[in-house]
């Protein structure tokens, strides 16, 4: 196995970067900033960990430096395997990232805490958003206490991992409408049939949170149904062009009886899963926050390493400025969502707002590694040692449409604008 040799840290403008050395991306984290040509400017532009309670902020840098040194020089080689390396759980579980969602933290500091494993790893944030938002979120607040007493010991330490389960082959954007997957009462069991698409971890969970049509009363209603059950089936998706890492999978549901038990008892409706829907749009905001500063961190410290015509690319105007851009980006997309996460602290967030946020944000991403992989030139189209671009570019596009599309979270926004419907 070739190992990956980290990118060369960022220096101040103007120094060579040196090699091997790192920085946290935390303000606080040792020295004040007195400037941005200073590494630690580059992470946090705005100086949002500074709004955070000591006990939060320093429980932050801890955090994001475990990831940088565990993390992000060494996922290039799963990515390109499109391999999950389960080894990984136990420094998660360790650092508390499987119970963010129940720990009683602010949202500014799970959304940092999001950017921050973003930054390191876009398919790791999926997996960590995913499973508190929608899992260890989900049963905490809909869940029995049999259900919670079961499942949330495990899940809050990453023993156990959940998949929400609710995109089917035919009803992606329509999937409140149009939902198939069928749940039958018989006895104190259920049956359920039918097929689910794009399951984040689907192929690794242990415990599938999944949402089916009850055929007596056409709700539609949540069930937590084993990996193990007869009649489960999970396939892993291939060839996917970015976030890689994460498994996606198609489930089938062939005949699964599920006991009453394991029914969510406030999971009946689609209204409940459009109130954690909100809250998993605005973490997709602080997903896209993340990778717009790795996007940063790699112009920045390859503009400052790659020689051409005898000097560094950092100076040359177009390449400052290709580079103020990813930072412009990257700062406004993290000034949208510190205002979302007092919302969401305030109770106020709506869906209009989450889906503007999550749209706004990833657009603004989008553009961000375009420019990142465009700098990189010929290195920019390659997923080798040393050369991220195309990797973090590719990645972009599956933020970009997951968690309702770009085109979907525009609908939404301009509905409640003009107070007129255009889905159909």
Not at 67 to 94: A, C, D, K, M, V
Not at 171 to 200: M, N, P
């Amino acid at each position: 196995m070739t190992a990956v040799q980290p990118r060369p840290s960022v220096a101040p403008v103007g120094t060579a970067p040196a090699p091997g050395s790192r920085q946290t991306g935390i303000a606080g984290a040792g020295d004040s900033p007195k400037s941005w040509n200073v590494a630690e400017g580059s992470r946090d532009l705005l100086g949002a960990a500074e709004i955070l309670p000591e006990d939060e902020r320093q429980r932050l840098i801890e955090i994001d430096d475990y990831l940088q040194e565990h993390i992000t020089h060494q996922s290039l080689e799963f990515w390109n395997r499109e391999e999950f390396p389960r080894h990984w759980l136990q420094g998660l579980g360790e650092l508390g990232l499987g119970r963010i969602q129940t720990d009683g933290t602010s949202r500014l500091f799970k959304g940092l805490v999001y950017a921050a494993v973003g930054r390191a790893e876009t398919s790791l944030c999926a997996l960590v958003g995913i499973h508190n938002e929608l899992i260890v979120g989900m049963i905490d607040r809909l869940g029995s206490e049999e259900q919670r007493a079961e499942w949330l010991p495990r899940l809050e330490v990453f023993d156990a991992i959940g998949s929400f389960a609710l995109t089917e082959p035919d009803h992606g954007s329509d999937v409140a409408g149009g939902l198939a997957t069928t749940a039958r009462r018989e006895g104190d069991e259920w049956v359920i049939d039918g097929a689910k698409r794009w399951i984040g971890a689907g192929t690794i969970a242990d415990v599938v949170l999944t949402w089916a049509r009850d055929v007596e009363d056409g709700v539609i209603k949540a069930f937590l149904i084993r990996s193990e059950l007869p009649g489960f089936s999970a396939s892993k998706i291939e060839n996917k062009v970015g976030l890689r890492i994460m498994q996606n999978a198609n489930i089938e549901f062939d005949g699964v009886r599920v006991a009453e038990a394991d029914r969510l008892p406030g999971g009946d409706g689609f209204d409940k899963a459009n109130e954690l829907l909100l809250d998993s749009r605005a973490w997709v905001g602080w997903q896209a926050v993340g990778l717009a500063h790795a996007a940063l961190d790699d112009a920045r410290a390859y503009s400052l390493s790659r020689q051409q015509f005898e000097k560094p690319l950092a100076k040359f105007q177009l390449v400052q400025q290709q580079i103020a851009d990813i930072a412009g980006n990257a700062t406004a997309a993290m000034g949208m969502m510190i205002q979302m996460a007092r919302l969401q602290d305030d109770g106020r967030l709506k869906m209009a707002q989450a889906a503007m946020a999550k749209a706004t944000a990833t657009r603004l991403t989008r553009a961000a590694v375009a420019l990142n992989r465009d700098l990189h030139g010929g290195n920019g189209l390659v997923t080798e040692p040393g050369h991220l671009a195309s990797k973090l570019w590719a990645d972009a596009e599956i933020i970009f449409t997951y968690e309702g599309t770009y085109s979907i979270n525009s609908l939404i926004v301009g509905r409640a604008l003009t107070g007129v419907s255009a889905f159909v």
